[in-house]
């Protein structure tokens, strides 16, 4: 059997095309972090041999290279940077799915971790048309001011929205919030003094571990890439000051493509407490015991 047979899956080869095919993509992900074969080997636990076996067989199946070598330097080539995003999403949806924290729910996407302690995390994406459901005033407001200023942050039809909102800056440490609303939905749960402080901090680790942290960093990758918007609920426990109890909190988030003066990406985030929770498999309890204060005020 040739290789790109063995790849595509005969029938009578079919259970070990999965297996294979996943290892594969794994070296490709570890070599194109590391750019060095010794520390992708390490770090694979396997050999030299295997981890080039793996890459040539991928660079077959694709026709293309994937990386380019100069004496034994990697490089990735401009198709290697094109799979790249796409093989690392593979690796992390495949682990947190065998390990049951994602499915999908009319064709959008839920995550879950459930940690011993107690502590849980849901996140699943909503459909647009609950923008216009009456749920929040203010979200429906955010979306027409962003649709009417062109996605432009300065735009003067955007000024009256701006204190209800967070915006984000793309960085090498993650997204950092450089602005935050006086009258935004997180500036009432943490409270002003404490708010402000999380300025110019990247966002906090996520739940779950890294696998995790990258699905719940996507919505914010996606609406970079197609420009548009996205709408999510999440159900969790935060504190409202440091180290105190996590408390239960339901609300939706609207991500929105805007761009600054000098044209670079600006990410805008418009947080509302959920009137009612719509993510697969949960009751409305959580919305019974959130704080009555923790309310934006639209």
């Not at 649709?147 to 909102?165: D, I, T, W």
């Not at 009432?188 to 960093?217: C, D, T, V, Y």
């Not at 890439?225 to 105190?244: C, F, H, M, S, Y």
């Amino acid at each position: 059997m040739n290789k790109v047979s063995e790849i595509r899956g005969d029938p009578a080869d079919s259970v070990k095309a999965p297996a294979l095919l996943y290892e594969m993509i794994r070296s490709f992900v570890v070599l194109a972090g590391t750019l060095n074969l010794s520390h992708a080997v390490k770090q694979l636990e396997s050999t030299r041999q295997t981890v080039r076996r793996h890459i040539a067989h991928l660079e077959e199946i694709m026709g293309e290279a994937l990386f380019e070598v100069d004496d034994r330097r990697y490089q990735l080539t401009e198709r290697g940077h094109e799979v790249l995003p796409e093989a690392t999403d593979i690796m992390a949806r495949g682990k947190i799915w065998v390990q049951g924290n994602s499915r999908h729910v009319g064709g959008l996407l839920r995550l879950s971790h459930e940690a011993p302690n107690g502590w849980n995390f849901y996140q699943q994406q909503q459909p647009l048309t609950q923008i216009w459901d009456g749920e929040s005033d203010m979200l429906r407001d955010v979306f027409t001011a962003w649709v009417n200023s062109k996605g432009e942050l300065e735009h003067p039809n955007f000024q009256a929205l701006r204190p209800y909102v967070l915006v984000y800056r793309d960085s090498p440490n993650g997204w950092i919030c450089i602005e935050l609303g006086q009258e935004s939905f997180y500036t009432k749960w943490w409270g002003w003094k404490n708010a402000r402080s999380s300025i110019g901090r990247p966002l906090g680790q996520f739940p779950g571990g890294p696998e995790f942290e990258a699905m719940l960093n996507a919505p914010f990758r996606e609406v970079q890439a197609n420009g548009g918007v996205r709408l999510d609920e999440v159900v969790t426990q935060i504190p409202r000051k440091e180290g105190a109890k996590p408390i239960p909190l339901a609300y939706k988030r609207l991500l929105m493509a805007s761009r600054f003066p000098d044209r670079s990406f600006a990410l805008i985030a418009a947080i509302d407490r959920s009137r009612y929770i719509s993510i697969a498999g949960l009751d409305q309890s959580t919305l019974d015991v959130m704080p009555s204060d923790a309310i934006v005020a639209f």
